[in-house]
């Protein structure tokens, strides 16, 4: 697949890729790869990530640098370890992608407690500890890029009442630690990449499965829905993956500026300081 950046975008540049293992992840660390960047594939399920390694290293030119780590990012003390084994490895952090996530379907009277808890505190509690990491242990004193993956959940998203709620956080999150931090050089976006029936979303929902993507691809104006594959035809309307590093490293700013955050973070920020 032809990329439309340039094969040497992301060289000497390194990115975190919760989750990156399947799914979204992985087309978001291939893509990175294949434009010279090295990559960190984290997530609770080391085998899944030693394979994801091979794929991505076996998908893109030789050379590859991928390193894959056991994280869950519930866990403090393992997303500090991730940090640090990452900044061993390669000497640096450029970009983080808070992708590792996620939820099931549930009315919202028939979530317990632990469902709850369990789906909030990966999804906020989870990018929350990654960004702070990131901050304490190289961003900070080096700036960075951060991307944080949501759903489309502004307006609510029944049957997924616990992980709107905690992805509408993460957005308020990303707002407002892209205000605090703009001084040193972070800027953070969010992307939604609306609906894509990646393999391992498609087994998450079982045999609702086919229901919920056949009823979202009838929500979407070209009626069908994002697919995983190397790169999309943008002029068809699917989200190319290609976005998601790309606003890692350029688009980043142009959106905060076009969107008026430049005066926002410059408010902000002095009264934050
Ligand atoms: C109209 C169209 C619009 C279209 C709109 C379409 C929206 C789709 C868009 C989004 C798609 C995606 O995100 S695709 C991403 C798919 N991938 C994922 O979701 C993977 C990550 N998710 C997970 O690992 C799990 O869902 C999650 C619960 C978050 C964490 O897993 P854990 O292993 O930590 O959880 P466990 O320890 O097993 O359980 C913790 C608690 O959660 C409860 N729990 C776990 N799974 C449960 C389930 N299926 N049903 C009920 N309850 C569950 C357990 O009972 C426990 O509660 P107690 O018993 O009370 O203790
Ligand atoms: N597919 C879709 O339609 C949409 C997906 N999204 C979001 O995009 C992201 C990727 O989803 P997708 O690729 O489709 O599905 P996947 O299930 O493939 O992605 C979820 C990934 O997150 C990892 N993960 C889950 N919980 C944790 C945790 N506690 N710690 C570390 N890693 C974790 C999983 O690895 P492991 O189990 O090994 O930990 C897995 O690799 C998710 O956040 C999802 O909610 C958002 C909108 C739509």
């Known amino acids: ?5 340039a094969k040497t975008l992301f060289k000497n540049k390194v990115v975190i890729v919760t989750g990156g293992g399947t799914g979204i ?7 990175i790869v294949e434009l010279s960047g090295k990559v960190v594939i984290a997530g609770r399920d080391k085998a899944r990530i030693d394979e994801g390694v091979e794929k991505i290293k076996t ?4 050379g590859a640098e991928v390193l894959g780590l056991q994280c869950n990012i519930r866990k403090r003390g393992e997303v500090s370890n991730m940090l640090t084994d990452t900044i061993d490895k390669f000497g640096r952090l450029d970009g983080l992608v808070n992708n590792g996530g996620g939820q099931f379907w549930s009315p919202a009277e028939n979530i317990s407690p632990g469902g709850f808890h369990a789906v909030v505190d990966t999804n906020l509690k989870g990018s929350w500890n990654c960004m702070q990491e990131a901050y304490h242990q190289y961003m900070g004193e080096n700036g960075g890029k951060i991307v944080n993956i949501v759903l489309m959940s502004e307006m609510g998203l029944a049957g997924m009442s616990h992980s709107a709620a905690a992805r509408e956080a993460v957005k308020n999150l990303s707002i407002t630690l892209g205000a605090e931090w703009a001084g040193n050089n972070i800027q953070i976006n969010c992307v939604a990449p609306g609906i894509f029936p990646s393999e391992t979303a498609v087994a998450a929902y079982g045999e609702q499965s086919k229901e919920i ?3 979202s691809a009838a929500n979407v104006p070209k009626k069908r829905l994002g697919e995983l594959y190397e790169g999309a035809n943008l002029s068809e309307g699917t989200l190319s993956l290609d976005l998601i590093p790309q606003i890692l490293f350029n688009l980043t700013d142009a959106v905060q500026y076009t969107t008026g955050w430049k005066e926002t973070l410059d408010s902000r920020t002095k009264l934050v300081l």
Request: hydrophobic share 40%; net charge positive.
């Open 59 to 62: 998908h893109c030119a030789e």
């Open 25 to 31: 992840g992985m087309a978001t660390a291939k893509g």
């Open 1 to 5: 697949m032809q990329r439309i950046f």
């Open 213 to 215: 993507f056949d009823k």
